[in-house]
């Protein structure tokens, strides 16, 4: 069992930066890759981006890639989303998520554990 709690969100005017974190139980977490997340009302949870369990390998989504970067810091057992040039666009409740999958890493079905969310709002 993983335990996921994000923090950082906020409101910004576009073009500013945000950084989200999650902060996970276990001693194991550098098994874990770890994905983000994003819901916005009314809309399915959509892949943001995700990192593999050594964070040799880095994924995102086609509307995030250039602004966000994702990392870990396996010693703090903490996965950080760096959001940069934020629009309005990326407004929802963003959500860390871990599992012991080795592909299929942008695919939320392959996630079992979560966090509770953290929103983000990004103002014109």
């Known amino acids: 069992q993983v335990q996921l709690v994000e923090s950082g969100g906020g409101l910004v005017q576009a073009g500013g930066s945000l950084r989200l974190s999650c902060a996970a139980s276990?001693?194991?977490?550098?098994?874990?890759?770890m994905g983000w997340f994003r819901q916005a009302p009314g809309k399915e949870r959509e892949f943001v981006s995700a990192?593999?369990?050594?964070?040799?390998?880095?994924y995102y989504a086609d509307s995030v890639k250039g602004r966000f970067t994702i990392s870990r810091d396996n010693a703090k057992n903490t996965v950080y989303l760096q959001m940069n040039s934020l629009k309005p666009d990326d407004t929802a409740a963003y959500y860390c998520?871990?599992?012991?999958?080795?592909?299929?890493?942008?695919?939320?079905?392959?996630?079992?554990?979560w966090g509770q969310g953290t929103q983000v709002t990004v103002s014109s």
């Open positions: 998520a871990a599992t012991r999958a080795l592909s299929g890493l942008t695919i939320k079905e392959r996630y079992y554990y």
């Open positions: 276990g001693r194991t977490f550098r098994s874990y890759a």
């Open positions: 990192i593999s369990s050594v964070g040799g390998s880095t």
